[in-house]
């Protein structure tokens, strides 16, 4: 079977997908970079890999700040368009580059971003519908 980046995105999403409320701007370091293992190892988790593929590395993460999907990609085309899809789901991201963290959380968020830098990002919130009563 041919893992599709949508269906990875999904997987990710539907895992962990939460609400949280926003945090405050500390300062941010440099926006890590490496491997999968190598920005684990950043924020003390042992990765579980769910996915080894050329184009994609996911695993789920564990810490002290709570549950998260970290994955890491080939590309920035391909991270892009794993993002883009994965929003529809909503969720919560920590983009760098060439990687995310999806977490439950925007506390969990907020403090990986205080080790590995990234920006966080929202999916969209398909909880609040416009029309009707």
Not at 80 to 100: M, P, Q, S, T
Request: charged content about 25%; glycine content about 12%; aromatic content about 4%.
């Amino acid at each position: 079977m041919k893992v599709t980046r949508p269906m990875l995105a999904a997987v990710a999403v539907l895992t962990l997908v939460g609400c949280g409320s926003g945090g405050d701007e500390a300062a941010v370091p440099q926006t890590a970079s490496g491997s999968l293992e190598q920005l684990a190892a950043e924020v003390k988790c042992a990765p579980d890999i769910q996915t080894d593929a050329d184009e994609i590395r996911q695993a789920i993460c564990k810490n002290p700040d709570g549950r998260f999907i970290l994955a890491t990609f080939a590309t920035d085309r391909g991270q892009r368009e794993w993002i883009n899809g994965a929003k529809d789901y909503g969720g919560h991201y920590l983009v760098g580059r060439k990687w995310v963290a999806v977490g439950d959380e925007t506390s969990t968020l907020t403090s990986l971003r205080e080790t590995l830098g990234g920006d966080i990002e929202e999916g969209t919130d398909h909880s609040v519908h416009t029309g009707g009563h």
